[in-house]
């Protein structure tokens, strides 16, 4: 048994074991988890959140601990959430990962948890802002959530994000994957990382030319899953104050140029909290978690209480005895006027 008020408790006061568990619980989508994230809900906003993505080995993961590091001179508390597309346990990436973050682990300001993407069926980009929700509880200062891939789950995830960095290196082909991941809308900085490598410049001016040609033009904005967050989150008044990506270059492994990132960090979180397009950015983001938590609580409930009529009716579908846009009307029609006699 979970006692919620004690977990509240341990999780207010940085426990890790509480965090670990609440983290548990909302892994396994226990009906318990939105009781307390109910209860968590009222402490929320406290950390600053940023997403690093990039370039399958663009030096990320160095770069976060470098970032870890920096965060803990300055005496912050730091979390650390890894998005593993595969597995939390036997990704070769993870595993990498988690013995370089290894000198982390005994200290009591940070905390690292990976989450896995199979087997979310609310979405992986809400059950990490689930977690996010008793991150901000635990009072954490800085949350760093890191992507292994570029995959849509990825950038999904980086809508969490107040400041999302994009990580890039020279030598690796950046150009034509980032056009396609759709990576550059989602940048609020990039990092040209392995600057001590040739090449490092030519990838800044690269990225510089591609996003002055990249613009999002007026008015437009792609309604398809994550892309109309992604195109809103630059704001409708993109025009007034707009937030242009600074290009920085950084040496992981040595700390160059972290401190230079953690000051754009710094500006562009300022520019969402004091302008009025960054203010409409945050005002979306809670209206897209909200649907979403809407949509799923909805989806629960149906499924739980008209599991049966669920059943046939996806077995009418099945067997070709009915389309599927007249049995998802017939079964939603049907849910609302049981509900409306009721
Ligand atoms: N020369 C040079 N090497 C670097 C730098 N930063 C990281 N590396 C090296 O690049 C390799 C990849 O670094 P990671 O931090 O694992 O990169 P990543 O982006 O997390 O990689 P994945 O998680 O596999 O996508 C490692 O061998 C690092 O030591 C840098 O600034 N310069
Ligand atoms: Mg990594």
């Not at 979970?2 to 074991?17: A, K, P, W, Y």
């Not at 959430?81 to 000198?103: C, F, H, K, V, W």
């Not at 982390?104 to 802002?129: K, M, N, Q």
């Not at 030519?202 to 990225?207: G, H, N, P, Y």
């Amino acid at each position: 048994m979970v006692d919620l008020s004690m977990l509240v408790q341990g999780i207010r006061s940085g426990e890790m074991r509480a965090l670990a568990r609440a983290c548990r619980l909302i892994d396994e989508r226990d009906a318990r988890a939105f009781e307390l994230l109910k209860l968590l809900f009222q402490h929320d906003g406290h950390a600053y959140v940023i997403g690093v993505t990039g370039t399958p080995g663009a030096g990320k993961s160095t770069l976060v601990d470098g970032l870890i590091r920096l965060y803990r001179d300055q005496g912050k508390r730091v979390a650390v959430l890894a998005i593993d597309p595969t597995s939390p346990y036997s990704g070769g990436a993870i595993l990498g990962d988690r013995i370089r973050m290894q000198q982390h682990f005994t200290d009591e300001g940070v905390f690292i948890r990976s989450i896995a993407t199979r087997g979310h069926l609310g979405g992986l980009s809400r059950s990490t802002g689930d977690v996010l929700h008793v991150l901000h509880a635990a009072k954490f200062d800085v949350v760093i959530l890191e992507t292994v891939g570029v995959g849509q789950d990825e950038l999904e995830v980086t809508q969490l994000a107040d400041t999302t960095l994009v990580v890039m290196a020279p030598g690796l082909g950046d150009d034509i994957q980032a056009i396609k991941a759709g990576i550059l809308e989602v940048a609020d900085v990039f990092a040209v990382n392995k600057a001590d490598r040739v090449g490092a410049d030519a990838t800044a001016q690269d990225l510089l030319q591609m996003l002055s040609l990249r613009r999002v033009p007026k008015g437009v904005t792609k309604m398809q899953g994550h892309t109309a967050v992604s195109t809103l989150r630059k704001g409708p008044e993109a025009e007034a104050g707009e937030w242009v990506p600074p290009i920085l270059k950084t040496v992981a492994h040595r700390q160059e140029g972290l401190a230079e990132l953690v000051d754009a960090f710094a500006k562009h979180r300022a520019f969402l909290t004091t302008t009025e397009a960054g203010r409409a950015i945050r005002e979306q983001r809670r209206i897209a978690e909200f649907r979403a938590i809407l949509y799923q609580a909805l989806i629960d409930e149906v499924d739980a209480r008209f599991a049966e009529r669920v059943s046939e009716k996806l077995k009418d579908v099945v067997d070709g005895r009915a389309d599927p846009y007249s049995s998802a009307e017939a079964l939603v029609r049907g849910v609302i006027d049981d509900q409306a006699e009721t």
